[in-house]
């Protein structure tokens, strides 16, 4: 493993690069602040890393293993190989006497992004400083709903408490990554990750920051916000 320093450093993406054309399969950065880690992690997501953040008292350590595939490039999603290129399937004929044509190309539906802000869904009369436990059971089951509906969203955004429902070993995060297998993109923010200091318990998506977050949602045809 190589391990690199990166107090003082406003940038430590030259250091990193050094390191990968050294042939670095395992990099260590340590001492990074919380907008040069976000930039550095998707960096190194980019060139096939798997990455997982370390929070001491706000300095973080970055610790990366290369993986067997390359990662796909940010903002594009891989397909699973088809045997069969798609325009020879549509072209194969129906058996008997009705012949079939190559069906065309349908528009793309807009897919709608989720901007959710708390982990339950709704308060109603209850407490503002105590969750609600009806809230808990209906964000649970909008999730779980969400997994099964005939259009997933383009992305799912965590912010605020919300975040909480990315947390490893919990029925939402297992909803999340049911999402993100079918290409939602879940973004979840580094800023709240940070403050409720659960960064090493996230267990689905990738931390963005605010202006990723601006970018998803300025692209978007359809927000809903829960």
């Known amino acids: 493993m190589i391990k690199l320093n990166a107090a003082g450093k406003m940038d430590p993406l030259p250091m990193v690069r050094d390191a990968l054309a050294k042939g670095a399969e395992e990099i260590q950065v340590s001492s990074v602040d919380t907008a040069p880690a976000l930039k550095t992690k998707q960096f190194l997501e980019g060139k096939g890393f798997s990455v997982q953040i370390q929070d001491d008292n706000g300095r973080l350590t970055l610790i990366g293993t290369h993986n067997e595939l390359p990662a796909a490039p940010r903002g594009q999603r891989t397909a699973p190989p088809r045997s069969v290129p798609r325009a020879q399937v ?3 004929p129906i058996v008997g006497p009705h012949k079939t044509n190559p069906l065309p190309d349908t528009p793309r539906r807009a897919r709608p992004v989720y901007l959710i802000l708390d982990r339950v869904l709704g308060r109603g009369a209850q407490d503002e400083d105590k969750p609600s436990e009806l809230g808990e059971i209906l964000m649970k089951s909008f999730l779980n709903a969400l997994t099964k509906a005939f259009k997933y969203p383009e992305a799912v ?22 999402l993100e297998a ?14 409720f200091g659960i960064t090493e318990n996230i267990g689905v998506g990738v931390l963005a920051n605010m202006h990723e977050i601006i970018e998803v949602l300025n692209n978007a045809e359809k927000c809903i916000t829960l």
Do not use: P, W, Y
């Open 157 to 178: 955004i965590l912010m605020n408490e919300g975040v909480k429902l990315a947390l490893f070993n919990t029925s939402t995060c297992d909803h999340l990554k049911t």
């Open 90 to 92: 549509l072209a194969v």
């Open 182 to 195: 079918q290409g939602t993109r879940v973004l979840v923010s580094g800023t709240c990750v940070m403050h």
